[in-house]
């Protein structure tokens, strides 16, 4: 069985950073993509990041790729992404993301998702 579990969130003043992991599990990296997407109080879930396993390649949302890094460790089965300079406009709950088939902007393009952490950023 496919699994994402993430962990990491909490709380920060603005201006602070946080580091998110995921763990898969069920399948590898090199078969997958992998990334993170937010979702904030009555918005719709935002593409945050993701990174192609087989190529390296990383992707990010608009506006993102200032803020949030995104990296993994194939061996141990874990993605990260590095939250810099967080505003509180960044507060949401971030999934951790897998799919076998590619990756994609809209949360529909996503076969296996987490159950979230939240982050929350205050001013």
Do not use: H
Not at 24 to 33: E, I, L, N, R, V
Not at 42 to 67: L, P
Not at 69 to 80: E, V
């Amino acid at each position: 069985e496919v699994q994402v579990a993430e962990s990491g969130g909490g709380s920060v003043q603005a201006g602070g950073s946080l580091r998110l992991s995921c763990v898969a599990s069920g399948f590898s990296f090199g078969d997958y993509a992998v990334g993170w997407f937010r979702q904030a109080p009555g918005k719709e879930r935002e593409f945050v990041s993701a990174i192609i396993w087989s190529t390296g390649n990383t992707y990010y949302g608009e506006f993102m790729k200032d803020q949030f890094t995104i990296s993994g460790d194939n061996a141990q089965k874990t993605i990260f992404l590095q939250m810099t300079n967080l505003k509180p406009d960044d507060t949401a709950v971030y999934f951790c993301v897998g799919d076998p088939s590619g990756w994609g902007r809209r949360a529909v393009n996503w076969d296996y998702w987490g159950q979230g952490t939240q982050v929350t950023a205050s001013s």
